[in-house]
């Protein structure tokens, strides 16, 4: 079964780390950005090269990451130093804009630049790429570094490997996506003595109140619009955008975006069920968020069923022409 990673590419990788590392995850990380890159860190300690590195968070944890990164004891800052890095290396980052305050200066920087992902490939971000690793069929990043181990020949520890494991759960949804690879790779985790019973507790955590809120908020606010055969369910809400998303899923919807803001800006999430995309083959980072968020002045990206918009503009006039461009798509495949 073939590697998510080339031989080209991991020794690369292998010449290039080394020196004074960053690791840099995306605007609120979740689990698969921060174990992704605490496992890559931990990689860059068992080469055994003269080397420090450090994982930045630009943009702070997501609640979930933030109780995983406690739980099993990931040590990140929020401050660093472009200047003074020798290799930047991103992890789980679709679009530049993902960085916040950071992207002009990564942007400017002349620092070498490896991107690890597993989003829908962005020529911007490639253009920027000293080495650029992305493999839009991997479920998550986390499974990404676990073939760059595979490929220098390392095992990883147990805690880099329970990191990957709780990154793939994670973006797996629990293990209900994936091909052959993922489970293989899942079942290599587990052979180094891991648990999944275990592992998978560490992503377990009640919804606290203002979730709980903001999901019902967008099922009252939700405005319902049927493409042929197809659901479309949209709302706004000021945040938990991708939670209100899901939960318009779980209600039934076969594709739901929500998005709010505030001061000009705004956040999307679009979310589809997995029959939806096997039988439109519509990409929601590629044919939904990409194009709607280059109308509004932003950036889009994701995968075939989770993707993501950040822009500016009025809420109102973007939920109107994000239901104009699904509709399209849909009405396209006739």
């Known amino acids: 079964m073939c590697s998510r990673v080339s031989r080209t590419e ?18 609120k990380a979740d689990p698969d950005a921060i174990c992704s890159a605490y496992a890559f860190n931990s990689l860059i300690k068992t080469l055994n090269k ?33 200047q003074e890095a020798d290799v930047l290396i991103f992890f789980d980052i679709g679009t530049l804009s993902q960085l916040d305050e950071w992207e002009e200066l990564v942007v400017s920087s002349q620092t070498p630049k490896i991107f690890i992902d597993h989003h829908s490939p962005l020529e911007l971000v490639e253009r920027l790429s000293t080495i ?83 999901r019902l908020k967008a099922a009252q606010r939700m405005k319902l619009m049927t493409v042929s055969k197809w659901v479309v369910a949209t709302s706004h809400i000021s945040s938990f955008q991708g939670s209100g998303a899901r939960a318009l899923i779980d ?49 889009g990206s994701g995968h075939s069923t989770s993707a993501g918009i950040n822009c500016t503009g009025d809420v109102k006039l973007f939920l109107n022409r994000a239901n104009a461009v699904i509709k399209e798509e849909i009405e396209g495949l006739a």
């Open 132 to 214: 650029y690793i992305v493999n839009e069929d991997a479920t998550s990043t986390c499974e990404i570094v676990y073939d760059i181990y595979e490929g220098l020949g390392v095992t990883p520890d147990c805690e880099a490997a329970r990191a990957m494991l709780i990154g793939i759960a994670y973006d797996s949804k629990h293990f209900r996506m994936g091909d052959a690879r993922t489970f293989k790779t899942v079942s290599k985790l587990l052979s180094l003595g891991l648990s999944l019973e275990d592992e998978l507790s560490v992503l377990d955590g009640a919804v606290d109140k203002s979730e709980k809120i903001a």
């Open 251 to 299: 209600l039934g919807a076969d594709l739901a975006l929500v998005a709010g803001g505030k001061r000009g800006t705004i956040k999307a999430s679009i979310r589809s069920t997995r029959e939806f995309f096997k039988e439109t083959h519509i990409h929601l980072g590629r044919d939904i968020a990409k194009k709607i968020a280059e109308e509004f002045s932003g950036a």
């Open 50 to 82: 003269p080397s420090s590195s450090k994982i930045l968070l630009p943009g702070g944890a997501s609640r979930v990451s933030k109780r995983l990164m406690k739980k099993i004891g990931i040590e990140t800052v929020v401050e660093a130093s472009i």
């Open 10 to 27: 991991v020794e690369a990788l292998k010449d290039l780390i080394q020196g004074n590392i960053l690791l840099l995850c995306h605007k």
